[in-house]
DNA sequence: CCCCAAACAGTGACTAAGTCACAGACGCAA
DNA sequence: TTGCGTCTGTGACTTAGTCACTGTTTGGGG
């Protein structure tokens, strides 16, 4: 095995051998459909989980029906939740959903946690992606708290986009990621069409003036 | 010294000798007075904080002035921001201010490694202290994105409230608190007097009917 | 003792956001 | 073609936040 996936993750590439073997050997390869929801609020982890390939989307739900995206997990990137319940043995409060299809390795805990005390490289890595996400929720709640949200809809609309400007997703699912309604995001919707910024169609937004959503989205 | 500041902190307590003796003797006593900020956006983490007396409050705070609370350290509890910053070498993007005299430990990065390194008990202390702010803040999200204000200022005056029912604080206090503005917590103070729940002096506020508070804030 | 500057609190008018209860519109499958 | 489920549009209303004030208390300094 001389191109293993212990070489996608730049702290453990220059792991010593030793190391590198025990991670490979103990980890179990696995593969998820997109649409799989990883962990949920009431499911306890057993394994941690070190992403390859694929997008992960974590989210959370309220009683009311509606969610709000905190962060997502990409390839090279550890999910931090599943480290947090495999310590603290707390219950989800939110919820993992694979987005696309995802390629992972699952490091049973006992591996975790020998991994933890032998490599100071998994070490690294481990607590850089609960710094990570800590800071991606913190930038959630600076942002839901204080910031308006015309302003943080034109911000999703340029992240969510791809390279031709088109972000496939329903009015629903942007109130998702903003936790918002979906009819007041119909409405900021419409406004930034009729100021002819972007252009709507069922399930599908173009972006038509990426200039004035830059400005929008970096207004203080 | 046989009643150290370790054991203070049941993961610790139980410690082998050897790495006690690690702990007590690089870790550095520090002694802050009330309204001290500990660390703030733009400073990096030169060491790890154990707290042992007194609580740190960890808020964020908007372009526009306005502030939330993120959470509180207390006395047996570790302050992961600063290990946040420690390793990932990012800035601090929340603020923490003692809000009482604080007893603390300071344990150099160097040390902090080492015990890492060498202590399950100590990787028990620092991730369990990472899984319970992460819980922390995800529970603001949770609150901020969905609940409405009556509801979780209710929740705020009870959690605040000391055994005789009152709460030193201004509006302003509670607004931060909140992360609202303090002319919508007035409003709500006023409807909750007005339901004889609560009554409002300067700079002050008593619970006069915990009970109908405690139905609010516990309303789905 | 009185004055006065801060700090604290109250208010009205307005804008922004969320809720509720609908009514259309579209698109795929039977 | 006709449903039927998903997606979107809309009006009326409530809740929350903003702005620009005014009023009120309080603890020093003169």
Excluded: N
Aim: aromatic content about 6%; glycine content about 8%; some cysteine.
């Amino acid at each position: 095995m001389t191109d293993s996936w212990v070489d996608r993750f730049s702290d453990l590439a220059a792991l010593p051998a030793e190391d590198k073997k025990l991670l490979t050997e103990r980890a179990v390869s696995v593969s998820l459909p997109a649409g799989t929801t990883v962990f949920a609020p009431g499911v306890a982890a057993e394994s941690f989980l070190l992403v390859l390939d694929g997008t992960i989307r974590v989210q959370q739900v309220s009683s009311g029906g509606r969610e709000i995206v905190l962060y997502r997990v990409t390839g090279g990137e550890s999910c931090i939740m599943t480290t947090s319940c495999l310590f603290s043995g707390e219950d989800y409060v939110a919820e993992g959903v694979t987005e696309t299809e995802v390629d992972a390795v699952a490091i049973p805990k006992a591996a975790f946690e020998e991994a933890i005390a032998r490599s100071s490289g998994f070490r690294q890595l481990v607590f850089s992606g609960y710094s990570d996400r800590i800071s991606d929720i913190m930038h959630v709640v600076q942002e839901v708290a204080f910031e308006r949200l015309d302003k943080r809809l034109a911000q999703r609309l340029l992240a969510l986009s791809d390279p031709d400007g088109v972000i496939k997703a329903t009015h629903q699912d942007l109130a998702a990621e903003l936790g918002s309604a979906r009819e007041v995001v119909s409405r900021q919707l419409k406004e930034l069409q009729r100021r002819g910024w972007i252009s709507i169609a069922r399930g599908q937004i173009a972006l038509t003036d990426a200039d004035q959503l830059k400005s929008l989205a970096g207004s203080d």
